[in-house]
């Protein structure tokens, strides 16, 4: 859930009908993974080998079924002309936890084996600076963001996108996804999905007024089983947040809360919903914060009803990952309407889903899905040293990787033991890359203040500056670089 909230202040077709495709349970919940590593791991990504031929970078990760060629998109838009295919994009990070758990669940689906001659998957580390170019064409709004284009888009354009999703996918949501790129590159898009496309098109290129009016223009022509309302109802609320129209917001709460399924679009929809909430009982002016009082406590009742009936429908499409989230903004909506002990219980069943689930990983790194809300949900009961056994485990298994590390950091540093989250956040820093070491120089740097180690504190202000100063352009970020400079200055100013 917190994927969509860290962005705003920032998911590959076959003779298969999509609409009518059974969304069950994603293949991680079922012990059919096989134990091979997870192969989107950087070890065995570097001993593979190249070729001239642009298609032979393909190769199937781990139990995924799609081949996906890694961190190189003009070799996926060559092998792509070469088939006379669209390619699928995923846009995803070692740091997300959604992205892990759509690779080790959705994405091991035999469903989609039918999909491999139709399309090019590529996969793209976000932090990696080789994808600068291809995240600034086509920019992710959330962790992970999916793209169908055009095999013919050398250039960036609104035209070559032909699909977009966002965040966490059921089955049923990614085939309904690939088919609307298909259906789109074969000039097929009409009524609702014409609007959709046109508005996936403005939102990458940030215009969203007119993503709005197309939503709008999508959803008053859809038919009542279309299969992408919910994407549609979640991009809309988002839309109209991010256009700074807190009352518009909530007016598309209240009228689509209860229409947006029972896939992890659902939960999505209600963090934008109380995200627009939060920021109107912040207002400034004490006559709006007390008018707006009774409609925002209405949301957030409803909110947590809405919650609390899709964690507890078993049938719901879905994965561990997905209902943990759910579970997450419960019980932030239930402390927010003063339910503190109903928040606790929660918390919980939380805890107790996903330690299981991180018992009966088959993988080290789909373990690692589980980490940060592990994390998360530890510090929230007060127990975070609890959870120390299980990540220093994850760090051993996983010794290429910088996530574990990071998040024994944080967690040290939740349980104030500064010198054990110092030791973990370096480590951590020595491995991680891209825009993803501005969050552990800052991790660094409050780690610092806490100790009143200054000197410490300016350097890693002052590396997070010039990290953000030597970002290539789609990884170059002005409002985060303006907030470090402001940052560091502060560091500067008397006390008073």
């Known amino acids: 859930m917190k994927r969509f909230l860290a962005l705003a202040i920032v998911l590959a077709a076959c003779d298969r009908k999509p609409a009518s495709q059974p969304d069950h349970e994603p293949a991680a919940a079922r012990p059919a993974m096989p134990a091979a590593e997870h192969a989107r791991s950087p070890a065995e990504r570097a001993a593979r080998g190249t070729g001239a031929d642009p298609c032979s970078k393909a190769h199937v990760d781990g139990a995924e079924v799609m081949p996906w060629i890694h961190d190189d998109l003009p070799a996926a838009l060559a092998c792509a002309r070469q088939r006379k295919v669209p ?3 995923d846009l995803w990070a070692p740091w997300c936890h959604t992205c892990l758990s759509m690779q080790s669940t959705v994405f091991t689906d035999a469903s989609f084996k039918s999909d491999v001659d139709r399309f090019v ?3 793209l580390d976000t932090d990696k600076e080789v994808n600068a170019e291809a995240v600034g064409k086509y920019p992710p709004s959330a962790w992970p963001t999916f793209y169908v284009i055009r095999q013919d888009a050398t250039t960036a354009g609104p035209d070559a996108v032909l699909a977009r999703f966002v965040g966490a996918a059921s089955l049923a949501q990614f085939h309904a996804f690939l088919e609307a790129g298909l259906k789109a590159q074969q000039g097929g898009a009409a009524g609702a999905d014409a609007h959709l496309l046109g508005a996936e098109r403005a939102i990458a290129v940030k215009d969203l007024a007119t993503a709005e009016q197309e939503l709008t223009a999508a959803l008053a022509q859809a038919p009542a089983a279309w299969p992408r309302r919910p994407d549609a109802l979640t991009s809309l609320i988002s839309t109209v947040r991010h256009r700074k129209n807190l009352p518009g917001c909530l007016d598309v709460a209240e009228r689509y809360l209860d229409e947006t399924g029972s896939a992890a679009a659902a939960t999505d929809f209600v963090v934008s919903a109380i995200s627009c909430a939060d920021e109107l009982a912040a207002d400034k002016s004490a006559l709006q914060r007390a008018q707006n009082a009774a409609r925002i406590k209405k949301l957030r009742e409803r909110a947590a009803a809405r919650l ?13 990952d997905d209902r943990s989230d759910a579970m997450a903004t ?9 339910r503190h002990a109903d928040a606790v219980a929660t918390a919980e069943k939380q805890r107790a889903l996903l330690d299981d689930a991180a018992a009966r990983a088959p993988t080290a790194m789909a373990a690692m899905t589980y980490n940060w809300q592990r994390c998360d949900v530890y510090a929230y009961l007060g127990k975070p040293l609890d959870l120390v056994p299980a990540l220093e485990k994850s760090a051993r298994d996983l010794p290429a990787e910088y996530d574990p590390r990071a998040r024994l950091g944080w967690i040290y540093l939740k349980a104030d033991k500064l010198p054990e989250a110092a ?3 370096d480590e951590a820093l020595r491995m991680v890359y891209g825009p993803r070491k501005a969050r552990m120089l800052a991790q660094r740097a409050e780690i610092a203040a806490k100790q009143h180690d200054r000197a410490t504190e300016k350097r890693m202000r002052e590396e997070t500056v010039r990290l953000w100063e030597s970002m290539p ?7 985060a670089l303006a907030r470090a400079k402001e940052t560091l200055a502060a560091l500067d100013k008397p006390a008073r």
């Not at 609390?308 to 561990?320: E, M, N, Q």
């Not at 019980?331 to 927010?336: K, N, S, V």
């Open 121 to 123: 998957f590529a996969a």
């Open 473 to 479: 352009a789609g990884q170059a970020n002005p409002e």
């Open 87 to 89: 390619v699928v994009i």
């Open 330 to 338: 419960l019980r932030e909506i239930l402390d927010a309407l003063d």
């Open 308 to 320: 609390g009936k899709l964690i507890a429908d078993a049938r719901a499409p879905l994965s561990i």
């Open 423 to 425: 030791k973990w956040t």
